[in-house]
């Protein structure tokens, strides 16, 4: 038995809490249902999608300009790559890539420098979101 869900629009995960649940439902179902499914690794995949786009937008922020954007050509600073680092936490390690600028003047605040663990994550997202 077949259960026909609507996929809900990409742009509205944000305003609507439930469209991420029905987007990953109608994953895990088109992926073979959850025997198929690698919950650690749906986690993990999860965690660092989250912590880089986080960290891009905190980039963008920092910059004044999106990626790609003309605006960015000349302005003193740009993006320089990226760095690997390893984050630890409940579920295991995760490799994520955190954006670097040409000015070494940006400081994520996401995921800080040196931070290696996500038992901080919670707080400093919380100072991060609220503050003033």
């Known amino acids: 038995m077949e259960e026909k869900t609507e996929v809900p629009d990409s742009a ?16 895990v179902r088109a992926g073979g249902g959850s ?3 690698d919950t650690k690794a749906l986690v993990q995949n999860l965690v660092k ?7 891009e937008v905190e980039m963008e922020e920092h910059l004044g300009y999106a990626k790609h954007a003309p605006e960015g050509r000349g302005s003193g600073n740009s993006r320089n790559g990226g760095t690997p680092k390893t984050v630890r936490g409940d579920f ?22 040196r931070q290696t663990s996500w038992a901080t994550f919670p707080k400093r997202l919380s100072r991060c979101m609220y503050a003033a």
């Open 12 to 27: 509205n995960l944000l305003q609507d809490p439930e469209a991420l649940k029905k987007l990953l439902m109608a994953q």
């Open 35 to 37: 025997q198929a499914l």
């Open 49 to 55: 999608q989250t912590f880089e786009a986080l960290l």
């Open 92 to 113: 295991g390690e995760v490799e994520i890539e955190t954006p670097r600028d040409r000015n070494r003047s940006f400081e994520p605040k996401i995921v800080a420098k």
